[in-house]
């Protein structure tokens, strides 16, 4: 057998076995796999710890929340318009005490929010219900329009008014609450 017929049989082999892993009909290159229909959603954010819910929310599930928009000046020292879901809309899916609810023993629960990379920052529940403040702590996922950064995201938590960004947490991926 010559070099060139060898050469053809093994293209033609290849792409036999392409058609057939990909299935009857469908191109081999190119081709993105579908995630197969039992296939659990990938989870975006976890809450657990000392809640009535533990949650793992997906963003599809992040999605579904209202959005808003908070502007705020940035670790650049530019002020930046970001979009997200309120960290108290997210931590009500939890089932947590909030406005009239949120009083007594509940008033010292905190939340621990949690980076990829390990690092927490921890907020009283107070500071995050609308009953308590007028501010929006922000769960976001866009900053002046355009999606987080790989840097960034695809969460970070956006505390407008505070001078120090200490509490801004990139790459969230759990929200834990606690108490004393």
Known sequence: MNRSRSSRLVLALALAIGVVATGAGQAAIGQVPTPAKDAKPTVALRVHGEVAKSLELTAADLAGLKRQTVTARAHDNR???YEGVSLHDVLQKAVLPAGKDLRGKAV????IVEAADGYQALFALPELDPAYTDRTILLADRRDGQPLTAREGPYQIIVPGEKR???WVRQVVGL?????
Do not use: F, N, P
Not at 108 to 111: G, H, T, W
């Open 108 to 111: 010292s629960l905190y939340l």
């Open 79 to 81: 002020e930046s318009r």
């Open 165 to 167: 960004h200490s509490r």
């Open 176 to 180: 834990r609450i606690g108490k004393d």
